[in-house]
């Protein structure tokens, strides 16, 4: 992406409010933006999605870069031109199971309870994660996890959509 434009000129609000937002997607721990350095999953960047109709892709953002153009009288900025690079980012867990041998249980995202399963069983098996099964349960609103039964069709999200 080239550019993201700001203006708070009809409000006068430092346009810096707006701005700073955009740096907490690469400020990670004390390496800032430099992801090599990260050692550990809690250090993980932060992922944002892109979204522009009906387009939308994960990304971790790898750069911003801010470019003030316009001030009020006093210096404050009101308008700024931030160019941002990102990084396209989807986790392997996010990608629906390819092979047959698997073990999905699905048809067009949608998974049918068999006997015996349970929503963090149905978890771990989609998303790798039984702690995931939240996820599962407030997509299709379920708000007891031990009464679904065998043959019941739940639909998957992915996981930044539940």
């Given at each position: ?27 990670v721990g004390s390496g800032g933006g430099d992801f090599s350095r990260l050692k550990t999953i809690s250090q993980k960047p932060p ?15 790898e750069s911003v870069s801010l470019e003030f153009i316009h001030f009020k009288p006093d210096g404050t900025p009101l308008r700024a ?82």
């Open positions: 992406m080239s550019s993201i434009w700001f203006d708070t000129t009809d409000t006068g609000e430092d346009v810096r409010k707006q701005t700073d937002k955009l740096f907490a997607y690469v400020e992922y944002t999605a892109f979204e522009w109709g009906n387009f939308r892709f994960l990304a971790v953002v031109k931030a160019t941002v690079s990102f990084k396209e980012f989807k986790h392997r867990k996010l990608y629906a199971r390819q092979n047959p041998t698997s073990g999905a249980n699905t048809h067009n995202g949608v998974w049918y309870v068999s006997a015996h399963e349970r929503l963090d069983t149905i978890a771990m098996q989609v998303y790798g994660d039984a702690t995931q099964w939240r996820h599962i349960a407030a997509h299709n609103h379920i708000t007891d996890p031990m009464a679904i039964y065998p043959g019941q069709p739940l639909v998957i999200p992915a996981l930044w959509e539940a």
